[in-house]
């Protein structure tokens, strides 16, 4: 069966990532298009760098196009971003962007794009999965054929939109002054041109790593981690540079590491950022978050005369709060962010460009606005942990979670128990543990964020210690 979770459909390559699966999911795309009436608009395919994606999203527009839907595919890989906007922009019904994001080497995916820009919501993706569970042919013309019709174009360089969306933004002049220089670590991933771009322009020195297209991701995982950056954070160091910055093999986490070589975590990067858009660029409005995600966010906001709303994990919920609320800044804690008037999904292009131009006004690094932020508001720090479990452990870990309902003995008095995902357990310090299975990966995973690491440590324990982990 082929499910999307909170971040599109992904599966390992050669075990359920295979061309069939991949031209079942576009002969749905296409039957769900013609049951919505939306085949009058081009569907834009882009990919990333990882093994296959070119391929499948080859394989997708040969069944696009053998189903009369005109595709608009891209001729180099491209940042999930760049396909959103491009959704966004050309008010485009669909979008199609192939990408396991994040997820280890051995992934690939589909993401799928709707109206505005947008992840396609709950309603969407089990639509979408009924019409693939129905299928008993597949229309599909090889690609070539696609072309010589002109159901198949290809766009060169569909950057120019999103770069000039951006820059029109920034404060250009500001970043011109300062003249950092950069060390840019894309993750042998798909986001390098349009930063490159971006701080060329603004008269930057940038230097990069990492920059080669490798399906193995070196080794790691392509996800912008204090772990994962370890590299790029020695580096900095070494050669005297300003300021590092990591993102993620799609283009939409972002990573931080300072002149010292410190790590600023998501969460400290959407405290910042949400810190300098209201008092600095005098942005007024709440801040959004999932329930994942530093509660530093609601003191800051608190302290501000504003709220954080706070929803579920997946970031449509945020794209969507952030309309409904007018809010400045929404984000999650494993580099996700996106800000007002921008895309409705997460994007590291515009929140790298955005931390760049933040520093060059302010005249301070990372660490030292956030030591400012710290001395205001009190120190959080968050722990996670992940838990690889078999198929048949997850019945037992969710019986007694959310059916039995049990909780662990806590060292702090709780304030709020909530099971709108997962089991989240807030306490009266503005601390909280949650403990949720993922939604793209077969992971259980527990977050905690205490005053210090030894208290979110001590919330992990005891989740630990009652399911027997």
């Given at each position: ?29 296409c ?12 569907v ?16 997708l ?11 608009i ?12 906007h ?11 962007e ?5 997820n ?13 820009g ?8 089990s639509?979408?999965?009924?019409k ?39 404060d ?11 060390l ?5 991933g798909?986001?390098?041109y349009?930063l490159?771009?971006i ?9 990069i790593?990492?920059n ?35 993102v ?14 410190n790590?600023?975590?998501?969460n ?12 600095y ?6 801040v ?24 579920p994990?997946?970031?449509?919920y ?10 400045i800044?929404?984000g ?9 008037g ?6 590291s ?7 760049v131009?933040m ?14 932020l710290q ?18 452990a ?7 979670v959310?059916?039995?309902r ?8 709780t ?22 299975f ?32």
């Open positions: 069966m082929i499910r999307f979770g909170t971040g599109g459909w992904r599966a390992e390559i050669g075990s359920e990532f295979v061309k069939e699966n991949i031209c079942r999911v576009g002969q749905g795309i039957d769900l298009m013609a049951e919505e009436g939306k085949t009058g608009r081009p834009i395919i882009g990919y990333d760098r990882r093994f296959l994606s070119r391929e499948a999203g080859e394989w527009a040969e069944v696009l196009a053998g189903n009369g839907v005109e595709v595919f891209l001729h180099r890989s491209a940042p999930t971003p760049l396909v959103m491009t959704v966004k922009n050309q008010k485009l019904y669909y979008g199609i192939v990408t396991a994001s994040h280890p080497s051995i992934y690939n995916g589909i993401k799928l794009i709707v109206e505005e947008r992840d396609a919501n709950v309603e969407t993706t639509l979408l999965e009924e693939i569970a129905e299928i008993s042919h597949i229309a599909s013309i090889p690609f070539e054929d696609g072309l010589k019709k002109g159901l198949i174009q290809y766009w060169e360089n569909p950057f120019n939109d999103f770069l000039d969306d951006i820059i029109d933004v920034l250009m002049e500001a970043i011109r002054k300062r003249g950092l220089r950069i840019f670590d894309p993750m042998h798909s986001a390098t349009p490159m771009v701080f060329y322009t603004a008269r930057c020195t940038l230097d790593i990492h080669d297209k490798d399906a193995y991701f070196g080794g790691m995982m392509p996800a912008p981690t204090e772990n994962t950056l370890q590299d790029l954070a020695a580096r900095v160091v070494a050669g005297g540079y300003d300021l590092g910055i990591g993620d093999g799609d283009g939409d986490r972002l990573g931080i590491i300072d002149r010292n070589g790590y600023i975590s998501a400290e990067i959407l405290v910042l950022l949400y810190y300098y858009l209201h008092e660029k005098g942005w007024k409005g709440p959004v978050r999932n329930l994942a995600t530093t509660h530093m966010l609601d003191v800051v906001a608190k302290s501000l005369g504003e709220k954080c709303f706070e929803v994990v997946g970031f449509k945020i794209s969507s709060k952030i309309d409904e609320v007018d809010a800044l929404g999650e804690s494993s580099g996700g962010l996106t800000v007002r921008h895309i409705h999904g997460k994007d292009v515009y929140a790298a460009s955005l931390f131009e520093i060059c006004k302010t005249g301070k690094s990372p660490t030292e606005l956030l030591h400012e001395g205001k508001y009190g120190k959080f720090e968050m722990v996670e942990y992940n838990l690889a479990f078999a198929p048949e997850k019945e037992e870990i969710v019986n007694t959310m059916v039995e049990k909780l662990p003995e806590f060292i702090k008095k304030s709020m128990i909530s099971y709108e995902d997962g089991c989240k357990v807030y306490f009266e310090d503005d601390t909280f543990v949650i403990c949720r993922s939604g793209t990966e077969p992971l259980l995973r527990i977050f905690a964020e205490g005053k210090n690491a030894e208290q979110a440590q001590s919330y992990i324990d005891a989740w630990k210690a009652m399911l027997n982990l």
